[in-house]
């Protein structure tokens, strides 16, 4: 068994009026210009609900309650285990600001078949839709 250092990760399943929030990683990026569930790393010291309120508004200026969790994921990559975690969440103030991420949309689950996502998030889109199946997914070395 090898002993890889663990990322945690967490991202928000932000629906309104039958649409999703997703974001679009900046070019630079892993994984780059691909969609996801906005969010990202939780720092040492913070909780998952931390995490995601200040990565919300970091990247989206967005102010966010945190609800239950959808899903979670753990993959191991080469070099680093994964621990992907999802959760809904209720937009409080949201006067929605590309910061860091390249672009923002709302879309509708049998939208989401349309968008490359990077391989964490299927586990929240099987999920939240049942048809991971059919949405394209990142091959893991990005």
Same mark, same amino acid.
């Given at each position: 068994?090898?002993?890889?250092? #663990?990322?945690?990760? @967490?991202?928000?399943? @932000?629906? +309104?009026?039958?649409?999703?929030? !997703?974001?679009?990683?900046?070019?630079?990026?892993?994984?780059?210009?691909?969609?996801?569930?906005?969010?990202?790393?939780?720092?040492?010291?913070?909780?998952?609900?931390?995490?995601?309120?200040?990565?919300?508004?970091?990247?989206?200026?967005?102010?966010?309650? @945190? #609800?239950?969790?959808?899903? *979670?994921?753990?993959?191991?990559?080469?070099?680093?285990?994964? %621990?992907? +975690?999802?959760? *809904?969440?209720?937009? !409080?103030? %949201?006067?929605?600001?590309?910061?860091?991420?390249?672009?923002?949309?709302?879309?509708?689950?049998?939208?989401?078949?349309?968008?490359?996502?990077?391989?964490?998030?299927? #586990?929240?889109?099987?999920?939240?839709?049942?048809?991971?199946?059919?949405?394209?997914?990142? +091959?893991?070395?990005?």
């Amino acid at each position: 068994m090898v002993d890889r250092p #663990g990322i945690d990760v @967490v991202a928000a399943v @932000v629906e +309104r009026d039958g649409h999703f929030l !997703i974001t679009q990683r900046q070019p630079m990026a892993s994984f780059p210009l691909y969609w996801e569930f906005p969010g990202g790393k939780v720092e040492p010291g913070e909780d998952d609900a931390t995490a995601l309120r200040r990565e919300m508004m970091e990247e989206l200026n967005a102010v966010v309650e @945190v #609800g239950e969790l959808v899903d *979670r994921t753990v993959r191991e990559q080469e070099s680093f285990t994964l %621990d992907f +975690r999802s959760y *809904r969440c209720n937009l !409080i103030l %949201d006067h929605l600001e590309c910061r860091n991420v390249h672009d923002l949309r709302w879309v509708t689950l049998s939208e989401l078949d349309s968008y490359s996502f990077p391989p964490a998030d299927l #586990g929240t889109i099987v999920r939240l839709s049942g048809r991971g199946h059919s949405v394209r997914i990142a +091959r893991e070395d990005g």
